[in-house]
């Protein structure tokens, strides 16, 4: 034994410096392996290594590859340089992985670089809802760093490293190897189909840390035109032939063509507000139900409601805006309207203005929030944009005396504010106001005097757990904002002739939190929508007075309430996504024709999505390209929807803004 141990001994002492750097290697290529497995939302704090290993699969191979070509330009180093050279590396890619994997539980992808430095984003104030997404067991991440410290340590003071030089034939090969990774790195980021990954799919192929080198390489191509291909061109036409295929008037029982025609719009945008909270109730430990969004559930009895697979990506909340304002998907690498802030569209602010209506958006955000001021005005045809930053420095909530809530300008505040741009119209003006209310941001951090004004019960409390209790008291915050801003629009007339769009932007708490929801048994029997697996869905409200009836077009039971006083009068089993928004809205006014856009003599529509009203297919394309849903194979070119729309965006299809 005595032996075999003496034996060990020597072979970790003779090839120490060996073992030193190939632990290293494999330390890098595990964590990159766990930050794919967490970048799925079913895993998003578990460390799941052969479900990681699996979603890697063959990209194991130029991840290795590309380590192995990081770590041996420590060969050009002498002495204990060359160590010093490896353990940068394994650093570097410990801390962007580490950095990266919060971002990717926020935003479903890794952050950019070049996102972080353009001017546009200085100001952002999303920093609090990133770091929410840190959980203690992260620190695992960083429990190898503590061994390399002690090998590196005990390698330097027992003269264990090998020191011996190399030889110049070894040198000039790395020097070749650095010529092969800069050109590898050249060819990664000019290339088309690297470039239609997502930016998760990135992270596999390379790690981390290549993707923000290719990250920083792209930069000299900032809003540079992608060529659009014939065949690409060819595939969009038979998209739009597929679309028009799958569009049945008689499917639309309710007769909902032109039902808004000629009507007002209003639009408020809901920061992560899911489908379970509309029309449902929450039972304290009194035994008193309350409803959680009452002022909503009044417009119900007259609107059409939508329950949607969230589509958004990299721009999150600003995606919900492309999808709703174009009809175009995201782009799948980067955040649209940050780096493709010059390409054109066509809105529906455009149509809109059009059609003489004076068109305005105001978000609680501050413009510089995902480039707004950059996008809103000059790219989406408003006639103007305000942001949450020019709302009165002396103005309150005149409901419990706050000013912020969640990190923004409390709702209230936002919506008396709009309230003050809505008195400028005339009675003649007709209008489309787009408003992107903040209040049920993340971290949900509601505060102490809006839950006591609502539930205030420490018992249920701990039994949802203190993040879907406070998200819940929110959700109630918001709808208690908008009923007070429709009581006062309606009391100055403008209800009779204005259709209300309320709608969620993306996913709220079973999104980000379904971990930190403790769903006990008890509730899980009462409130279905409590479990941490529950899918979920964003709600799309269309009301207005013309329209009979609660009716809901959605994928499943837990899409819509389980309160018998809100049944809907009818209910369509459909799949559907956030990019089926406008093609829905355009047909009910009417307005369906208008997006259309002519290039080379060829005439297109530009809305890629279905009208949810007319569709007889059952899919969605989320954000990473999973397919909800299946699409009949007579329809496969409906599969390349997101490809296709990400292509029209970067190659400028519909035209580019001047500078």
């Known amino acids: 034994m005595k032996n075999v141990l003496m034996k060990i001994k020597d072979f970790f002492v003779k090839y120490y410096s060996v073992i030193f750097v190939v632990m290293m290697l494999l330390a890098c290529i595990i964590k990159q392996i766990y930050f794919v497995a967490m970048s799925d939302n079913n895993y998003h704090f578990a460390f799941k290594f052969f479900y990681g290993l699996s979603h890697v699969g063959w990209y194991i191979i130029p991840l290795t590859i590309t380590y192995i070509a990081l770590f041996s330009f420590g060969l050009l180093f002498n002495n204990i340089g060359r160590y010093l050279w490896v353990s940068v590396i394994y650093i570097a890619a410990t801390v962007f992985v ?36 840190y959980s203690p067991k992260d620190v695992l991440f960083f429990i190898d760093l503590i061994v390399f410290i002690f090998m590196f340590i005990w390698g330097i003071i027992y003269k264990l490293f090998d020191y011996r030089k190399v030889k110049l034939v070894s040198k000039l090969g790395t020097i070749l190897g650095s010529i092969f990774m800069i050109c590898f790195i050249s060819i990664i980021a000019s290339n088309k189909t690297v470039n239609s990954l997502n930016a998760t799919k990135k992270a596999s192929a390379y790690g981390n840390l290549i993707y923000h080198m290719i990250d920083i390489a792209q930069l000299p191509n900032y ?37 808004l025609a000629d009507s007002n719009l209003i639009v408020l945008q809901l920061e992560a507000i899911e489908s379970f909270v509309i029309g449902n109730t929450i039972e304290t430990s009194d035994g008193v139900k309350h409803e959680i969004t009452p002022n909503i559930n009044k417009l119900l009895n007259h609107c059409l409601q939508l329950n949607l697979e969230e589509q958004v990506h990299l721009g999150n909340s600003s995606d919900c805006d492309l999808m709703f304002m174009t009809g175009q998907y995201p782009v799948s690498s980067v955040i649209t309207f940050n780096q493709y802030e010059k390409s054109d569209y066509v809105s529906l602010a455009d149509v809109f203005n059009s059609k003489g209506y004076k068109t305005s958006y105001l978000n609680g955000a501050y413009g510089s929030t995902w480039n707004y001021t950059g996008v809103m005005s000059s790219t989406l045809g408003f006639n103007e944009a305000h942001y949450g930053n020019e709302v009165p420095a002396d103005w309150v909530d005149d409901i419990y005396g706050l000013r912020n809530v969640c990190g923004y300008i409390s709702d209230n505040c936002l919506l008396r504010y709009e309230e003050e741009i809505l008195n400028k119209y005339s009675d003649t003006d007709k209008f489309y106001n787009h408003i992107v209310l903040c209040s049920s941001h993340l971290p949900y951090h509601c505060p102490d005097i809006i839950n006591e004004g609502f539930l205030n019960d420490n018992k249920l409390k701990s039994k949802l757990g203190g993040y879907l209790y406070s998200y819940i008291s929110l959700a109630h915050y918001v709808d208690e904002c908008i009923g007070r801003f429709i009581n006062s629009i309606e009391g100055k007339g403008l209800l009779d002739n204005t259709s209300i769009v ?20 008890e509730g899980k029997k009462k409130y279905k929508w409590m479990t941490s697996g529950a899918s979920y869905s964003v709600p799309v409200v269309i009301y207005n007075k013309n329209i009979n ?30 990019i089926d928004i406008l093609p829905t809205l355009s047909y009910m006014y009417g307005i369906s024709d208008d997006f ?6 060829k005439t297109l529509s530009t809305l890629m999505g279905r009208n949810m009203l007319k569709t007889s297919l059952n899919y969605s394309i989320k954000s990473t390209g999973y397919i909800t849903g299946s ?29």
């Not at 971002?103 to 990133?130: E, K």
């Not at 259309?596 to 003599?601: A, E």
């Not at 970067?650 to 803004?657: A, I, Q, T």
């Open 98 to 133: 580490f950095a990266d994997l919060a971002y990717t539980r926020f935003f479903q992808g890794p952050s950019s670089l070049f996102w972080r430095i353009m001017p546009h984003n200085a100001n952002n104030n999303v920093t609090m809802s990133i770091w929410v997404h």
């Open 223 to 259: 809003n540079a035109n992608v060529k659009m291909s014939n065949s690409e061109k060819i595939s969009y036409e038979k998209y739009e032939t597929a679309l028009k295929a799958d569009s049945d008037a008689s499917l639309d029982t309710l007769n909902y063509s032109n039902i």
């Open 502 to 521: 309320i709608m969620g932007d993306h996913g709220g708490i079973h999104k980000y939190m379904s971990n930190r929801t403790k769903a006990k048994t």
């Open 549 to 578: 009836g609660y009716n809901v077009i959605g994928n499943n039971g837990s899409d819509y309430n389980y309160n018998d006083k809100y049944k809907p009068t009818t209910y369509q089993k459909k799949i559907g996504g956030q």
């Open 596 to 601: 259309k856009y002519t290039n080379n003599s």
């Open 631 to 659: 699409i009949p194979s007579d329809y496969s070119v409906l599969k390349k929807g997101k490809y296709l729309s990400n292509q029209l965006i970067k190659s400028r299809y519909f035209g580019k803004k001047d500078a």
